[in-house]
C-alpha cells in the first residue's frame, strides 16, 4: 500500500471511529446496536473478498504447476491476470454494489454526520429504519 493510500484508509477510519463515538453518545442502545450491526455488515461485505482473493493466491502458489508442458509460465499468468482483474475490475465493482446492498443505514448516518444535521433528522432517519426493518426490509 502506498503512502498516500496508507493515509487515506488511517483517516477514513479516524473518521469513522469518529461517528460512531457520536452515534454512542446520541443513540439509544437499540438503535446504536443496529447502526454498529449496519457499519460491521458494510465492513465485512467489503473486505471478505480480499481474504477469498489472498487463499486463491495462496493456493494457486502452491498447488499449480510452475510451467506448462510447452514451457509456459502457468503459475505466473494466473497470479498476473487474477491480480489484474481482482485490482482493475471485479474489486472496484463489488465495493460500489456495497454501496446498495449493505449498511443503508449507515450510509445514511454518515451523510448525516457529514452534512452536520439536526438531532430531528437524526431520529427520522432511525425512525425511517425502524418501519423498514419490522416491514421485513434488512438493514
Known sequence: ?????????LMNKIEN?????EAKRLLDQDRWDRLRQSYRQLFWFQITPVF????AIILVFFFCPTT???????????ILFGTAFFVLIFFPV????????VGRLWHRYAKWYRQGG?????????????????GGTSL
Open 1 to 9: 500500500m502506498g503512502k498516500w493510500s496508507s493515509i487515506g484508509a
Open 94 to 101: 463489488w465495493l460500489i454494489l456495497s454501496q446498495f446492498v
Open 118 to 134: 439536526s438531532l430531528v433528522e437524526l431520529d427520522r432517519i432511525m425512525a425511517d429504519s425502524e418501519r423498514k426493518n419490522k
Open 52 to 55: 477469498v482473493f489472498v487463499i
Open 68 to 78: 506448462a508442458a510447452d514451457g509456459t509460465q502457468i503459475k505466473a499468468a494466473i
Open 17 to 21: 471511529n469518529q461517528m460512531l463515538s
